[in-house]
C-alpha cells in the first residue's frame, strides 16, 4: 500500500479483555517500529523489528504487551488483561532498512473503559 | 512518572510569518535527526530530517538547523500558513536504532 496501515483505528475494551492491534507496514520495509502514545505527550518506543526479528521489546511496559512479525511483514500488537492505563494511541512505523526515514500510520486509539 | 498535564509549548504566529521551533535534544551520540508533523487524530507526518555531518537542510519552505555544540535543533517554516498548525516534535535517533521523540510544540497560526 502507498502508506503504513492500522486496524482498528479506535477500539473500546473493556478492563481485562484482550485486544490485538494490527499494522500493515509500507510494501518492502525491513523495519517496523511499534510506539505508544499519551495524550499531549510524544510517541514512546515499544518494540522493534528487522523483518520477523523482534531485535528490541524494552519499551514495552509489561508483560501483558506482545508483539509478533511471523512473515516479516504484517505485524500485530497484542495486550491482554488491558487497564485503563492502557489507554492510549499506538503507532506502528516502518523503514525501508536501519537509518532510512521512518513513517508513520494513523494509529489505533485504545481507550479502557 | 511525572503527569505533565496536556501544555505543550505553544508558538502562535500571524498566517505569513516565519515561525522557528526549538528541540533540545538528549544524546550527543545521536547521529540522525527529524522533524514530525501531527495533526490532530492523526499519526506523525514526516517532514525532513538531517543527519549529524550537516548543519543545515533545506525543504520545500522548510529549514532544519542542527548545532552539536549544544545539542540544539530548529526547524524553521516560512510563510506560515493556517494548514501547518499542528504539534511538531523533533525526534533523535543513534546508530539506526530507534527514535527517541521531544516532548512536542504546538503551532497555531492565526489567518
Same mark, same amino acid.
Given at each position: ?113 | ?19 522557528? !521551533?526549538?528541540?533540545?535534544? *538528549? +544524546? ?13 487524530? %492523526?499519526?506523525?507526518?514526516? !517532514?525532513?530530517?538531517?543527519? *549529524? +555531518? ?13 548545532? %552539536? ?43
Amino acid at each position: 500500500g502507498a502508506g503504513v496501515s492500522q486496524s482498528p483505528r479506535y477500539k473500546v475494551a473493556k478492563r481485562g479483555q484482550d485486544v490485538a492491534l494490527r499494522c500493515d507496514p509500507i510494501s518492502g520495509h525491513v523495519s517496523l517500529f511499534w510506539y505508544q502514545q499519551a495524550l499531549g505527550q510524544g510517541p514512546e518506543f515499544l518494540t522493534y523489528f528487522q523483518n520477523e526479528a523482534q531485535l528490541d521489546k524494552s519499551g514495552l511496559p509489561s508483560d501483558r504487551f506482545f508483539a509478533e512479525r511471523p512473515e516479516g511483514s504484517v505485524s500485530t500488537l497484542k495486550i491482554q488483561r488491558t487497564q485503563q492505563e492502557d489507554s492510549a494511541v499506538y503507532l506502528c512505523a516502518s523503514s525501508l532498512a536501519t537509518g532510512n526515514t521512518i513513517y508513520f500510520g494513523e494509529g489505533s486509539w485504545l481507550t479502557v473503559v | 512518572g511525572e503527569n505533565v498535564g496536556l501544555h505543550l509549548p505553544t508558538l502562535s504566529v500571524q498566517e505569513g510569518d516565519n515561525s522557528i !521551533i526549538n528541540c533540545a535534544y *538528549s +544524546n550527543s551520540a545521536s547521529d540522525y535527526f527529524i522533524w514530525y508533523k501531527q495533526e490532530s487524530g %492523526k499519526g506523525p507526518q514526516f !517532514i525532513i530530517d538531517i543527519r *549529524s +555531518n550537516m548543519d543545515k537542510r533545506q525543504g520545500q519552505r522548510v529549514t532544519v538547523l542542527l548545532n %552539536k555544540t549544544v545539542k540544539h535543533l530548529s526547524l524553521q517554516i516560512a510563510a506560515t500558513q493556517p494548514g501547518d498548525s499542528a504539534v511538531y516534535f523533533c525526534a533523535e535517533n543513534m546508530r539506526g536504532s530507534t527514535l527517541t521523540f521531544g516532548k512536542g510544540t504546538m503551532l497555531l497560526v492565526s489567518p
